[in-house]
């Protein structure tokens, strides 16, 4: 265990409180400046997503080239990931939300990886129907976050390989084991199909270039703790003659149990509000969940509570307030001990059940054209 | 350098004059004894195959119980590939000949592998187009050997990874870098494509069984260099629910020069007669090859010569000697000194020439249904 001054980040653990600005620092990414952030706002027509708006996202690699190829007339497209090892909970949508947000601001085409074959590798206890199950499921959990049928284009492993597998042959030329391993510590006795994996996750960032027979910028939204991952492939991006993917990092967010992240692999399902929780269960997890809040009412009322440690705060910030009006307006009355904790997840429950009431709509219709959005072949004259 | 007597065999290297009996001894292969020569020859219908006849294969694994389940009904396939790094040589043939005895003769299927994924993964001089290309050159060349059209199927790799992919997802599971690493000698700067590798190529041997929901046997022919990597196949086998593949071990070509094996990589290529030599190029290549001759023509008359340790003599063995009895002619009269070297050069040539005119025909007519013999996707309804 890590003292309480430490703390762990890699792509495949999370330990310990995090320092985010000397988390930076060791990996050497950008800060994202106001100016920057300015700079989105304009191009986005007025408004940030609260996702950059209330620095959940804070770092990136090549964003400002990115926006000025952008501005140059050259758009970029959008990429991210989901490895299927069961539900999704509300912080997965976190980087497909942002993502959703620049296809609908910016026009900008978006890519979708199912990693079901990486999860059967990765994790010993998933057979290989779970693996394409969860997919399914989780791939319909993200299209029903609003994206465009016409601009959204899916790359589920073991549907797509023909499409990805060309290229995947010369992406994994430039890898060698011993960078697998000093990336992910992938230790020999890992499977073959785990240490070959990375080359099928870097390919969507390449392939419209590919595709294409130009140069597309790419753009990665994900947690802090990929970076070394997609480090990976922007090393052999030039290489292979595409541009380096771009990168936006975001925080963690916490876990319902107070842990650093609510993704954390083996956490206990208390942890995080699962998209197929009943409502008794999210009702349940929101009551129990950890927060800020002082041992006794009189105390709260008198000195406030500390939303910077507190899971709900977190619920809010990371997705369900609505505006920044009332998102300052929660975390005023929680300093001011204005509101009580209780209260505070009454609000919040009453907001995720209607998100959870209208997102089972919106995936009842992404399921519609889930399948029509598979890539499943090369690009025509390219199969080499 | 291996002393007179030690070798060196490996799937990547045959170094040294190798002691055959030793090998198999190392190796613990099972002899190919003249009861189960017998028992082939009745099989198919009286006759064996000049490779079995002459002793080229050698050892085996698993023969008798692969008769065992023919005999009862339960017919097996056979398989062999092809690493398409560059033209075939005659050598290269005697695999893929015995497989088309075996169809010939028991009736069987026949599936290929075409590597130009693997080929591009293991030499870094290739590139994609080179390495498709021969792969088509190269399958040409096998198919023209005489298969049948209806009972042969093709896995060329960058075109077929829809239909092997799936399983490869299941057979790669089974397998870690410490096994590839002990097998092959891959090291950790070996790219993360060349590991994945042998996932691929394991999974013909189970492809049928898998297609066909039930249990259908494999025979390999292969060289006995290649043994360890098919005892990794047969390791994983029975954790799948596949039969074992069944090997039939040969052994090596001596080159041109006189080298321990024909196909040694990086030897030169006048150690080789390559199908795509010209005439020229193949008579000067027989008349400077290496015979067991004496030092005069008069001490070879009274002396004979040495057919075990000629190249010329390997090739009549391996390839040209149509028939026993002139196999038996041609090596009594090297022995006696009946028959001198340039002589017995100038009827090889004969022999080779009507070879290479045949062959090019039959080369045609393979080019008409090569494309079609691709498998291209899964089989229906096992898209997992």
Redesign the interface.
């Known amino acids: 265990m890590p003292g309480p001054e430490e703390f762990v980040v890699t792509p495949y653990e999370v330990r310990g409180r995090v320092d985010y600005d000397r988390l930076r620092e060791m990996f050497g990414t950008q800060e994202l400046t106001a100016e920057l952030l300015a700079r989105l706002r304009r191009l986005a027509g007025g408004q940030l997503h609260p996702l950059l708006e209330r620095g959940i996202y804070y770092t990136h690699r090549d964003l400002g080239s990115l926006l000025d190829a952008y501005e140059a007339g050259r758009p970029f497209f959008v990429y991210s990931g989901r490895g299927p090892s069961g539900p999704l909970h509300t912080s997965h949508l976190a980087h497909f939300e942002l993502c959703r947000w620049f296809q609908e601001r910016l026009g900008v085409p978006m890519y979708v990886q199912i990693t079901d074959?990486e999860k059967?590798?990765s994790r010993?206890g998933l057979t290989?129907?779970e693996t394409?199950r969860w997919g399914w499921e989780n791939l319909y959990d993200i299209l029903a976050l609003g994206f465009d049928p016409k601009r959204t284009r899916v790359f589920f492993d073991?549907?797509s390989?023909?499409a990805l597998?060309?290229l995947?042959?010369?992406v994994?030329?430039?890898?060698?084991?011993?960078s697998?391993?000093a990336v992910f510590g992938?230790e020999?006795?890992?499977?073959?199909?785990w240490?070959?994996y990375?080359?099928l996750q870097t390919v969507p960032a390449f392939w419209p270039s590919w595709a294409e027979r130009t140069s597309v910028p790419c753009l990665i939204p994900c947690g802090i703790d990929q970076d070394p991952h997609f480090r990976l492939s922007r090393d052999i991006a030039e290489g292979l003659g595409y541009p380096k993917p771009s990168l936006l990092h975001s925080r963690m967010v916490p876990g319902l149990l107070g842990e650093a992240a609510m993704s954390t692999t083996g956490a206990s399902p208390e942890n995080a509000l699962f998209l197929n929780d009943p409502p008794k269960v999210v009702e349940r997890k929101v009551r129990n969940a950890f927060t800020g809040g002082r041992a006794t009412v009189e105390e709260q009322r008198r000195l406030g509570a500390d939303p910077e440690v507190c899971s709900v705060w977190a619920l809010w910030k990371s997705r369900f307030a609505e505006s920044e009006d009332r998102f300052r307006k929660i975390t005023e009355d929680c300093r001011s001990g204005a509101m009580l904790c209780g209260e505070c997840k009454g609000l919040l429950l009453e907001r995720v059940h209607r998100f959870y009431t209208e997102h089972a709509a919106a995936r009842e219709r992404a399921k519609s054209w889930a399948e029509s959005a598979i890539v499943t072949g090369p690009p025509a004259g390219l199969?080499?």
Request: charged share 25%; net charge positive; proline share 5%.
């Open positions: 074959d059967f590798w010993g290989r129907e394409v073991s549907r390989i023909a597998y060309p995947a042959i010369r994994a030329r430039k890898i060698t084991y011993s697998v391993k992938l020999p006795s890992a499977n073959i199909g240490i070959f990375t080359a199969e080499l």
